[in-house]
């Protein structure tokens, strides 16, 4: 296949993210490609088609830009040529290709160097290209040179691509905050322009912030708003974008018969526009709530018809996901040789993909697989995997964060370095001019000191004036240098304090995970966190939705361990009842001014009542498996610092409790065994 990409108007690149895209725009493009006769013209409308057959059709995208690069190398035009190889890339990394997209992106931004044309849009494809291959940092290089050139070309609809792919940067490494500012700017940005598809767009990205933010309601708000712009403008392709968006959100707020109305509408969007592999992932997802719902046979269909359609297409990232899902669905089927079967499917593709998230699911479910086969040595080796691959990914995840905020403090302290040295220069450019005046004084006072003797005196006093002045302003610049060099110290030392953190709280998170006894899990946690900030009450109550109660497993006050206790979910003001609930944390740092936000009153279940209180919600897969909570007797004993690492240790820990919840389950099987 010959190397082709295209480099199209700013506007039509930015078709393929946004725009709804159907057939009939297709035959409309054909339709004119059989009647303009100018080679030129031709080359950008096959371009075009190859663009909106991008998602549907990738393979007919190609043949497209084929025929696209024979007429521009014929027409012998380096800059059509450089529009073919672009989208060339486009469709490389819409088949997972990324280094290929990303060798063809740098090709044409070299060409489009050598051309003198504006780069802003192939920086953009560049950093999707390494955005996709997972190197964050670069990719936000080169998102922001992108928005500064759009900037001076006063290109407003680039500057809110831009924003809204930097953004995106943001929302993955944890940022969330960030995202979403730079996600209302580009809302703005379209707004002005009346784009409101690029409005829709902005809203499904704030939408994803929310949604990391555990805010369901948010989330879903702003996806409606998106819903609303493209029913309004008829758009397929973005309808069902949000109806594949809003599906995990249902799923999440309990609501599985509104999640799949939403995606059996995005399937059928999908399948009417042509887009397989959107269609694929419906159905998987379909099958995923069906397999929820424990309506096997069901979920086993929808899942087949995915694949059917991944192997097509040859999706490989979306294949391992429904291969693991099928492979989940036998397992819960007891079914363990085709559980086995296809997860071992699934793992195979996800290695060859460097997918980890995937491999870290499917060799949990491998375990639970072989240990229905009673082979509980292979069941523990997966066990191993699973918990190695999940700190492997955290460790990762955690170091990005790190690299990110290395990076930025570099910034500023090169920022900071260049104000002070600016400074610098400006006291010996007046000590230079102080030091002029001193000498021309000298020299008038040689020549007229016969002439006037008070004028001599009177050059003296604006010397010693000067020098005063300039003392004054030297003190006062030593006085900031002195103060900006303690803040870069300390912004120094809080980077080597988070860095130093991190590194602790992913030892722990070892030690827990590689724990299997409850016991021994809950001892360690609680020495751990009385480590790192207050803890005159300790908790971990584990949820049990099937009894609808809170089991208060392991509670300690003021060095004693209180009896194991159960309460009712339907306690709507107990504390842990609405962590579970919301799926938040709460953060109380005087319980008496501050309970109204969480509860209509405070209900203390035993023991005294205290004055700082966290809770972290324990997570697996976005279920609430129990709930975490440190307290202590004094007011502000709390800051960020301490939610955030009791959150990071929430999520450990729930990792620790489905390992040893597996090992339990191993043991008992093997004791049955035996014991038959």
């Given at each position: 296949?010959?190397?082709?990409?295209?480099?199209?108007?700013?506007?039509?690149?930015?078709?393929?993210?946004?725009?709804?895209?159907?057939?009939?725009?297709?035959?409309?493009?054909?339709?004119?490609?059989?009647?303009?006769?100018?080679?030129?013209?031709?080359?950008?409308?096959?371009?075009?088609?190859?663009?909106?057959?991008?998602?549907?059709?990738?393979?007919?995208?190609?043949?497209?830009?084929?025929?696209?690069?024979?007429?521009?190398?014929?027409?012998?035009?380096?800059?059509?040529?450089?529009?073919?190889?672009?989208?060339?890339?486009?469709?490389?990394?819409?088949?997972?290709?990324?280094?290929?997209?990303?060798?063809?992106?740098?090709?044409?931004?070299?060409?489009?160097?050598?051309?003198?044309?504006?780069?802003?849009?192939?920086?953009?494809?560049?950093?999707?290209?390494?955005?996709?291959?997972?190197?964050?940092?670069?990719?936000?290089?080169?998102?922001?040179?992108?928005?500064?050139?759009?900037?001076?070309?006063?290109?407003?609809?680039?500057?809110?691509?831009?924003?809204?792919?930097?953004?995106?940067?943001?929302?993955?490494?944890?940022?969330?905050?960030?995202?979403?500012?730079?996600?209302?700017?580009?809302?703005?940005?379209?707004?002005?322009?009346?784009?409101?598809?690029?409005?829709?767009?902005?809203?499904?990205?704030?939408?994803?912030?929310?949604?990391?933010?555990?805010?369901?309601?948010?989330?879903?708000?702003?996806?409606?708003?998106?819903?609303?712009?493209?029913?309004?403008?008829?758009?397929?392709?973005?309808?069902?974008?949000?109806?594949?968006?809003?599906?995990?959100?249902?799923?999440?707020?309990?609501?599985?018969?509104?999640?799949?109305?939403?995606?059996?509408?995005?399937?059928?969007?999908?399948?009417?526009?042509?887009?397989?592999?959107?269609?694929?992932?419906?159905?998987?997802?379909?099958?995923?709530?069906?397999?929820?719902?424990?309506?096997?046979?069901?979920?086993?269909?929808?899942?087949?018809?995915?694949?059917?359609?991944?192997?097509?297409?040859?999706?490989?990232?979306?294949?391992?996901?429904?291969?693991?899902?099928?492979?989940?669905?036998?397992?819960?089927?007891?079914?363990?040789?085709?559980?086995?079967?296809?997860?071992?499917?699934?793992?195979?593709?996800?290695?060859?993909?460097?997918?980890?998230?995937?491999?870290?699911?499917?060799?949990?479910?491998?375990?639970?697989?072989?240990?229905?086969?009673?082979?509980?040595?292979?069941?523990y080796k997966y066990q191993l995997l699973h918990t190695e691959t999940h700190d492997q990914l955290f460790d990762e995840k955690r170091m990005q964060k790190i690299q990110e905020l290395q990076a930025r403090y570099e910034d500023k302290k090169d920022e900071e370095a260049i104000v002070l040295l600016t400074k610098e220069n400006r006291i010996q450019e007046l000590k230079a001019n102080t030091d002029g005046i001193v000498k021309y004084g000298l020299l008038v006072g040689f020549l007229l000191l016969g002439i006037v003797m008070f004028?001599?005196?009177?050059?003296?006093?604006?010397?010693?004036?000067?020098?005063?002045?300039?003392?004054?302003?030297?003190?006062?610049?030593?006085?900031?240098?002195?103060?900006?060099?303690?803040?870069?110290?300390?912004?120094?030392?809080?980077?080597?304090?988070?860095?130093?953190?991190?590194?602790?709280?992913?030892?722990?998170?070892?030690?827990?995970?590689?724990?299997?006894?409850?016991?021994?899990?809950?001892?360690?946690?609680?020495?751990?966190?009385?480590?790192?900030?207050?803890?005159?009450?300790?908790?971990?109550?584990?949820?049990?939705?099937?009894?609808?109660?809170?089991?208060?497993?392991?509670?300690?006050?003021?060095?004693?361990?209180?009896?194991?206790?159960?309460?009712?979910?339907?306690?709507?003001?107990?504390?842990?009842?609405?962590?579970?609930?919301?799926?938040?944390?709460?953060?109380?740092?005087?319980?008496?001014?501050?309970?109204?936000?969480?509860?209509?009153?405070?209900?203390?279940?035993?023991?005294?009542?205290?004055?700082?209180?966290?809770?972290?919600?324990?997570?697996?897969?976005?279920?609430?498996?129990?709930?975490?909570?440190?307290?202590?007797?004094?007011?502000?004993?709390?800051?960020?610092?301490?939610?955030?690492?009791?959150?990071?240790?929430?999520?450990?820990?729930?990792?620790?409790?489905?390992?040893?919840?597996?090992?339990?389950?191993?043991?008992?099987?093997?004791?049955?065994?035996?014991?038959?």
């Amino acid at each position: 296949m010959k190397k082709a990409i295209i480099y199209l108007a700013l506007s039509i690149l930015f078709v393929p993210n946004i725009l709804g895209a159907g057939n009939y725009k297709i035959d409309s493009l054909k339709t004119l490609v059989s009647k303009v006769s100018d080679d030129t013209s031709k080359v950008t409308l096959l371009n075009l088609i190859a663009s909106e057959l991008i998602d549907i059709a990738p393979d007919s995208a190609l043949t497209y830009v084929d025929l696209a690069f024979d007429l521009a190398e014929a027409k012998g035009s380096d800059l059509k040529i450089a529009e073919c190889y672009n989208i060339t890339g486009n469709i490389f990394r819409a088949q997972d290709e990324y280094r290929k997209a990303l060798e063809l992106h740098t090709e044409v931004l070299e060409m489009y160097e050598a051309l003198d044309k504006p780069l802003g849009w192939v920086r953009i494809e560049i950093g999707k290209d390494y955005y996709a291959l997972n190197s964050f940092d670069t990719a936000r290089a080169f998102f922001n040179r992108s928005i500064a050139e759009f900037e001076n070309n006063m290109d407003a609809d680039g500057h809110g691509v831009g924003l809204n792919n930097l953004g995106m940067v943001d929302l993955v490494l944890g940022n969330d905050l960030e995202a979403l500012k730079l996600f209302v700017k580009s809302t703005e940005i379209f707004e002005k322009l009346d784009r409101l598809d690029g409005m829709a767009w902005s809203y499904e990205l704030m939408a994803g912030v929310y949604y990391q933010q555990r805010d369901g309601d948010k989330a879903l708000e702003y996806l409606l708003k998106s819903k609303k712009i493209y029913g309004k403008r008829r758009d397929l392709r973005g309808l069902m974008s949000v109806y594949l968006k809003l599906g995990p959100i249902y799923v999440w707020m309990g609501s599985q018969a509104e999640a799949l109305d939403n995606y059996k509408l995005a399937m059928q969007f999908a399948e009417e526009i042509g887009d397989d592999k959107s269609a694929a992932v419906a159905n998987n997802r379909i099958g995923d709530v069906y397999a929820e719902k424990l309506e096997l046979e069901k979920a086993l269909r929808y899942q087949k018809k995915a694949l059917a359609i991944q192997e097509k297409i040859r999706d490989k990232v979306e294949m391992s996901v429904t291969l693991n899902s099928i492979g989940g669905i036998f397992v819960k089927q007891l079914n363990s040789s085709s559980a086995i079967d296809f997860l071992e499917q699934s793992i195979a593709l996800a290695e060859e993909i460097g997918y980890k998230f995937m491999m870290n699911q499917s060799y949990s479910l491998l375990a639970e697989a072989h240990s229905l086969n009673d082979d509980y040595k292979s069941a523990y080796k997966y066990q191993l995997l699973h918990t190695e691959t999940h700190d492997q990914l955290f460790d990762e995840k955690r170091m990005q964060k790190i690299q990110e905020l290395q990076a930025r403090y570099e910034d500023k302290k090169d920022e900071e370095a260049i104000v002070l040295l600016t400074k610098e220069n400006r006291i010996q450019e007046l000590k230079a001019n102080t030091d002029g005046i001193v000498k021309y004084g000298l020299l008038v006072g040689f020549l007229l000191l016969g002439i006037v003797m008070f004028l001599i005196l009177n050059r003296n006093k604006i010397k010693q004036k000067a020098m005063a002045e300039l003392e004054e302003m030297n003190e006062k610049m030593e006085g900031t240098i002195q103060h900006r060099t303690k803040e870069l110290q300390e912004q120094k030392k809080g980077l080597e304090a988070s860095r130093n953190s991190m590194a602790i709280l992913s030892v722990i998170g070892r030690e827990l995970t590689s724990t299997l006894d409850f016991e021994t899990i809950y001892g360690k946690l609680h020495e751990r966190i009385s480590e790192m900030m207050k803890a005159e009450c300790f908790g971990v109550r584990i949820y049990h939705p099937e009894t609808n109660v809170i089991d208060y497993k392991y509670e300690i006050e003021n060095g004693v361990r209180g009896e194991p206790m159960d309460i009712s979910m339907d306690d709507i003001d107990n504390y842990s009842v609405w962590c579970v609930v919301n799926k938040k944390e709460i953060f109380i740092n005087d319980n008496l001014k501050e309970f109204r936000e969480y509860t209509k009153k405070i209900v203390v279940p035993g023991g005294e009542t205290p004055h700082s209180l966290l809770f972290s919600p324990m997570m697996k897969d976005g279920k609430v498996v129990g709930v975490i909570t440190v307290q202590s007797f004094e007011r502000n004993a709390y800051s960020k610092y301490h939610a955030d690492i009791l959150k990071t240790l929430a999520s450990y820990t729930a990792i620790a409790l489905e390992n040893a919840g597996a090992f339990a389950k191993l043991e008992r099987r093997m004791n049955t065994s035996t014991a038959n």
